[in-house]
């Protein structure tokens, strides 16, 4: 009888169909011994429904495992990948929380502060040993830190300069800070902010240079052109004062005859011309 039953499925779905009596026996959900004791089609039937039944409900569970751990894997796989680009990029990015205590910071950021990330982490940002300037170089308060900005208004803060001492090297690092505050859904205050450095002291150091190369280049200028017209005068006045002679000298009946130390004519009027025939 059981052997009539596998022949009636098999004429039943098709031979091409007989996938999923062959998994039965694969995952072992069909019990031979239960079977075999069956005693009729209808109870054969229903046992065979029954066990496909079981045999999806197991196939759907091992989907759903499988589904899952490659869920994991990709999870697992983006948050390296963002580990790796945070500690590896250039740009310094650093996280505090709502009341202003920093939760952490890439390495990038440890070193355009100047402090290591146990100096900071846990500590309230203004706490921490930081001076910091304008760009004009006036002090920076703490509270108008970028972060706390961002924190206070719950905008974007953007392009800030700000100049960090690093009092090891006695120099200025100098940055554009931009402050993102993050907010949880349904919430319309900020949980955390994540602020990015870019560090750009040797663009500014190179811009300053040029600026004093061209204040030095203006100011020569300047003293050149006051130069110019300086003699530009001298030399008016001069001929000025010339012209005024030649016309005195003009006038004078007498002949007048001008040299130089070394007894060289330099001045004559017309009477010397007329009376020394030259």
Not at 30 to 50: C, G, P, R, V, Y
Not at 85 to 114: C, K, W
Not at 140 to 146: D, L, M, R, S
Not at 229 to 244: G, H, P
Request: charged letters at 25%; proline letters at 3%; glycine letters at 4%.
């Amino acid at each position: 009888l059981q052997s009539r039953f596998v022949t009636f499925l098999i004429h039943e779905i098709g031979a091409n169909n007989i996938s999923p009596i062959l998994y039965l026996f694969e995952f072992k959900i069909f019990e031979f011994s239960t079977f075999n004791e069956l005693k009729d089609f209808a109870q054969m039937i229903l046992f065979f429904i029954s066990s496909l039944l079981k045999f999806f409900r197991k196939k759907s569970q091992i989907q759903l495992k499988t589904e899952s751990e490659h869920s994991q894997e990709a999870i697992d796989l983006e948050d390296q990948r963002y580990h790796d680009l945070f500690n590896s990029m250039s740009q310094g990015v650093l996280y505090r929380d709502a009341a202003g205590i920093v939760i952490t910071a890439n390495p990038a950021a440890e070193e355009i502060l100047g402090l290591a990330l146990d100096q900071i982490q846990g500590k309230n940002l203004e706490d921490c040993d930081l001076v910091c300037v304008h760009e004009d170089m006036t002090p920076f308060p703490p509270e108008i830190y970028p972060s706390l900005q961002a924190l206070q208004t719950g905008k974007k803060i953007k392009n800030i300069v700000m100049g960090i001492y690093h009092a090891n090297q006695d120099i200025y690092k100098w940055i554009l800070v931009n402050s993102v505050p993050q907010f949880r859904r349904g919430e319309t205050r900020p949980f955390q902010v994540f602020s990015t450095y870019t560090d750009f002291s040797e663009l500014k150091k190179t811009t300053d240079t040029l600026k004093q190369k061209e204040k030095i280049l203006e100011e020569s200028q300047k003293t050149t052109l006051k130069l110019l017209t300086d003699l530009t005068t001298e030399k008016t006045e001069a001929e000025q004062e010339k012209t005024k002679m030649t016309t005195i000298l003009s006038s004078i009946g007498e002949g007048v005859l001008v040299t130089d130390n070394q007894g060289k004519i330099i001045l004559m009027n017309a009477s010397a011309e007329e009376i020394s025939g030259y």
